[in-house]
């Protein structure tokens, strides 16, 4: 199940390498079967998921390189298994967003496959080298999708990317190489290594906790490594800043949980009045940021910084509400931010500018898309009753007895959250209808199909969070062994 959930992208791919570039719907259907496959999989893993248990489950074990003891290991828990099926459901709605793209259409979509691969597999991964190297495979996709589909500072956006990322994977490899000689026998497997770590003392644990964190803290992006994160969402094609939203941040808070605490308790441990304090700057800090930005985009690349501080709060809080929070979090950021950046894609696309100040009045003329852009905006913001609400405040609820007046200064950040976002309906949506727009026409049925499935999704989880909560829960309280 899993090996065709995380392979059939790959797949996909290399048939449309076989493919003439000419025959671009040939590529398009390729790609989209492709896509479906690895979705309607994880569809199927989710409804025989047992949510009682926090085993791992869906395994598939086989040697790899018996010399070195790297075997092929896939399973997923409660952990894992959401971000599964949200790596599969955003890609394809990203592709869907994709069908704009008119240049090079051949590689993009080879590279969108190989990307989804690699993401995959990193949720899916119980050996460290795989692990690795589907971590390292979701890089080069990455930096081709920005660099040549990307807007006009693209080349810099991409190799600021690169390096960062690359940088970060260094730290972590020398992490893995530790724990590799340091275990008896010497093994990659991440459930062998969690239940040997017990013997390892905390100096060794602290430093290589400090080179999975640093893999880690580029890839959320956590303050002070967050710099290339605005820049790439603003070049990056609409599709691809979703998907780098959606699926590539959660990649570090995954690693930060699964591995980082898994592996390294006792430096995670040593490392939490830090990951506390970096959690309140980025919330703080990221929705400032977000509040002085002009371009829409830019705002709302700034506004993941905010919301991917909540998930380091809720860790930082070592508690199961904590941490079943952080983990729903990501999915409902994920579901929230991939659709905000599709809306503000559709402007884009009919203005050619993302400015706010250059809009007005859109409401009267574009009623579907501001009823869109408005309820996603509120459920950026934490509005009850819509699936921001319920993630961010069981974050709050999980740090507050560990960190008391450091969760009370994030609680700055909602109100900074809720004035960018206001500000922004009010400039481009509500006053005097700027009459340089009279020809703009509504949202497109193709814009549609990628937005509306989010925004339901963004109603039920608001609405009905046990669903998701019910398929995390009992792997988060056997991780924190409460």
Same mark, same amino acid.
């Given at each position: 199940?899993?090996?065709?959930?995380t392979?059939?992208?790959?797949?996909?791919?290399l048939?449309?390498?076989?493919?003439?570039?000419?025959?671009?719907?040939?590529?398009?259907?390729?790609?989209?079967?492709a896509?479906?496959?690895?979705?309607a999989a994880?569809?199927?893993?989710?409804?025989?998921?047992?949510?009682?248990?926090?085993?791992?489950?869906?395994?598939?074990?086989?040697?790899?390189?018996?010399?070195?003891?790297?075997?092929?290991?896939?399973?997923?828990d409660?952990?894992?298994?959401p971000?599964?099926l949200?790596t599969?459901?955003?890609?394809?709605?990203?592709?869907?967003?994709?069908?704009?793209?008119?240049?090079?259409?051949?590689?993009?979509?080879?590279w969108?496959?190989?990307?989804?691969?690699?993401?995959l597999?990193?949720f899916?991964?119980?050996?460290?080298?795989?692990?690795?190297?589907?971590?390292?495979?979701?890089l080069?996709?990455?930096y081709?999708?920005i660099?040549?589909?990307?807007?006009?500072?693209?080349?810099?956006?991409?190799?600021?990317?690169?390096?960062?990322?690359?940088?970060?994977?260094?730290?972590?490899?020398?992490?893995?190489?530790?724990?590799?000689?340091?275990?008896?026998?010497?093994?990659?497997?991440?459930?062998?290594?969690?239940?040997?770590?017990?013997a390892?003392?905390?100096?060794?644990?602290?430093?290589?906790?400090?080179?999975?964190?640093?893999?880690?803290?580029?890839k959320?992006?956590?303050?002070p490594?967050?710099?290339?994160?605005?820049?790439?969402?603003?070049?990056?094609?609409?599709?691809?800043?979703?998907?780098?939203?959606?699926?590539?941040?959660k990649?570090?808070?995954?690693?930060?949980?699964?591995?980082?605490?898994?592996?390294?308790?006792?430096?995670?441990?040593?490392?939490?009045? +830090?990951?506390?304090?970096? *959690? &309140?700057?980025?919330? !703080? =800090?990221g929705a $400032?940021?977000? %509040?002085?930005?002009?371009?829409?985009?830019?705002?709302?690349?700034?506004?993941?910084?905010?919301?991917m501080?909540?998930?380091?709060?809720?860790?930082?809080?070592?508690?199961?509400?904590g941490?079943?929070?952080?983990?729903?979090?990501?999915?409902?950021?994920?579901?929230?931010?991939?659709?905000?950046?599709?809306?503000?894609?559709?402007?884009?696309?009919?203005?050619?500018?993302?400015?706010?100040? +250059?809009?007005?009045?859109? *409401? &009267?003329?574009?009623? !579907? =898309?501001?009823? $869109?852009?408005a %309820?996603?905006?509120?459920?950026?913001?934490?509005?009850?009753?819509?699936?921001?609400?319920?993630?961010?405040?069981?974050c709050?609820?999980?740090?507050?007895?560990?960190?008391?007046?450091?969760?009370?200064?994030?609680?700055?950040?909602?109100?900074?959250?809720?004035?960018?976002?206001?500000?922004m309906?009010?400039?481009?949506?509500?006053?005097?209808?700027?009459?340089?727009?009279?020809?703009?026409?509504?949202?497109?049925?193709?814009?549609?199909?990628?937005? !509306?499935?989010?925004? $339901?999704?963004?109603v039920?989880f608001?609405?009905?969070?046990?669903?998701?909560?019910?398929?995390?829960?009992?792997?988060?309280?056997?991780?924190?062994?409460?």
């Amino acid at each position: 199940m899993l090996s065709l959930i995380t392979w059939a992208p790959l797949a996909g791919a290399l048939i449309i390498l076989m493919l003439p570039k000419e025959k671009v719907q040939t590529i398009q259907t390729a790609a989209f079967l492709a896509a479906a496959i690895s979705l309607a999989a994880s569809l199927a893993m989710i409804a025989s998921f047992d949510r009682g248990t926090a085993a791992m489950q869906f395994v598939e074990r086989w040697i790899w390189i018996p010399s070195l003891n790297v075997q092929y290991v896939l399973g997923v828990d409660g952990l894992s298994s959401p971000l599964v099926l949200l790596t599969a459901f955003m890609s394809v709605i990203a592709l869907v967003g994709s069908l704009g793209i008119k240049e090079r259409v051949k590689e993009y979509f080879f590279w969108f496959l190989v990307l989804e691969s690699g993401m995959l597999g990193v949720f899916a991964a119980l050996d460290l080298v795989l692990f690795y190297v589907f971590w390292e495979l979701t890089l080069v996709p990455m930096y081709f999708l920005i660099g040549v589909w990307g807007g006009p500072k693209k080349e810099f956006a991409a190799i600021k990317f690169f390096l960062y990322t690359l940088s970060g994977s260094v730290f972590m490899l020398l992490s893995i190489l530790a724990v590799y000689f340091k275990s008896l026998p010497h093994t990659f497997d991440m459930l062998e290594l969690m239940k040997t770590q017990s013997a390892w003392d905390p100096r060794f644990q602290i430093l290589v906790f400090l080179g999975f964190y640093f893999g880690m803290a580029i890839k959320i992006p956590a303050f002070p490594f967050h710099t290339w994160l605005p820049l790439a969402h603003v070049e990056a094609p609409t599709p691809i800043s979703v998907i780098l939203a959606a699926v590539l941040l959660k990649m570090g808070v995954y690693g930060l949980m699964r591995i980082a605490y898994g592996i390294t308790p006792l430096g995670f441990a040593w490392f939490l009045p +830090a990951l506390i304090t970096i *959690a &309140v700057i980025n919330i !703080v =800090y990221g929705a $400032l940021c977000a %509040m002085a930005q002009t371009d829409m985009k830019k705002m709302v690349a700034y506004s993941s910084v905010n919301h991917m501080g909540y998930c380091l709060l809720g860790i930082a809080g070592m508690s199961a509400t904590g941490f079943s929070g952080a983990v729903l979090q990501m999915v409902n950021h994920g579901i929230i931010t991939g659709a905000l950046f599709l809306l503000v894609g559709v402007v884009y696309d009919r203005a050619h500018t993302r400015d706010i100040s +250059a809009f007005g009045g859109l *409401a &009267v003329k574009l009623p !579907v =898309y501001s009823g $869109l852009m408005a %309820m996603t905006c509120f459920a950026s913001l934490g509005l009850p009753g819509l699936a921001g609400f319920i993630s961010e405040f069981m974050c709050f609820l999980g740090a507050f007895p560990a960190w008391k007046w450091q969760t009370t200064v994030s609680v700055l950040g909602i109100i900074a959250t809720a004035a960018f976002f206001l500000r922004m309906l009010q400039k481009v949506f509500l006053g005097a209808f700027n009459e340089k727009w009279a020809g703009m026409q509504d949202m497109t049925v193709r814009e549609l199909v990628c937005v !509306v499935p989010l925004a $339901l999704v963004t109603v039920w989880f608001g609405v009905y969070p046990k669903w998701p909560l019910d398929l995390i829960n009992a792997t988060i309280v056997h991780m924190l062994g409460k």
